[in-house]
């Protein structure tokens, strides 16, 4: 059974912190996608990475995948309040997608 | 454009009842999936759809759950004799095609089994 397992579930971290959450997949894929929810809503794509070695970032967001370690990071730098949210990582195995737990990440002021 | 939309946004049926939930993907999108989300379950995928080949329905949780697509566009999932435990928010998304391309996501339907 394919797990797909992010830590830490839940983050409090101050403004202008830097901090990593991890997402670790049990199977071979090398499709990882990084979405974000926030409370209420629905769910919004964040990165897309297809291969060993990518990393992409937008703003102050940077996703790394190594599929050798089954394993992406979210990479979060100088936290600001508007990135409170919850993070999924997903992993797509034949145009089926596991998700993660969630990470919910509350950034106090 | 326009994003992804989904109706009804919510949905109270008693228990046993029928219900249809229908998504329009964005247009173009040849690719549309099914989501579940509940506080039990997490986020699980149901069903995806590419063009008007058949779908992979491997994710769905029982035979009382169907789902279909007309003309590779508007998408129907229907759930028979609805039971409690079908309570979750169902999020449907889009993307142009499978694998490499990200996913649009709807704003769900919030069903509640009563």
């Known amino acids: 059974e394919l797990k797909v397992e992010q830590n830490p579930l839940f983050l409090s971290m101050q403004e202008g912190k830097n901090y990593t959450i991890y997402c670790n997949y049990s199977?071979?894929?090398?499709?990882l996608y990084w979405y974000r929810q926030d409370p209420g809503k629905s769910l919004e794509s964040l990165f897309v990475?297809?291969?060993?070695?990518a990393v992409k970032q937008e703003g102050r967001l940077m996703a790394s995948l190594d599929t050798k370690a089954r394993l992406s990071t979210l990479h979060i730098t100088a936290a600001v309040h508007d990135l409170s949210a919850t993070y999924f990582c997903a992993v797509d195995i034949s145009n089926q997608f596991y998700f993660g737990t969630g990470t919910s990440l509350t950034v106090i002021p | 454009g326009a994003g992804v939309s989904q109706s009804p946004s919510n949905k109270v049926t008693e228990k046993g009842k029928d219900v249809e939930l229908r998504c329009d993907p964005i247009s173009g999108h040849t690719a549309l999936y099914w989501y579940r989300q509940s506080l039990g379950q997490g986020l699980e995928f149901l069903i995806y759809?590419?063009?008007?080949?058949?779908?992979?329905k491997s994710g769905l949780p029982s035979d009382r759950f169907s789902a279909e697509r007309t003309g590779g566009s508007v998408s129907t999932l229907t759930i028979q004799r609805t039971q409690q435990e079908d309570s979750a928010v169902y999020l449907c998304a889009s993307s142009r095609s499978t694998g490499t391309y990200e996913q649009y996501f709807g704003p769900g339907t919030r069903l509640t089994v009563t």
């Open positions: 990475l297809l291969s060993n070695g």
């Open positions: 759809f590419q063009g008007n080949s058949a779908p992979d």
């Open positions: 199977t071979t894929s090398d499709r």
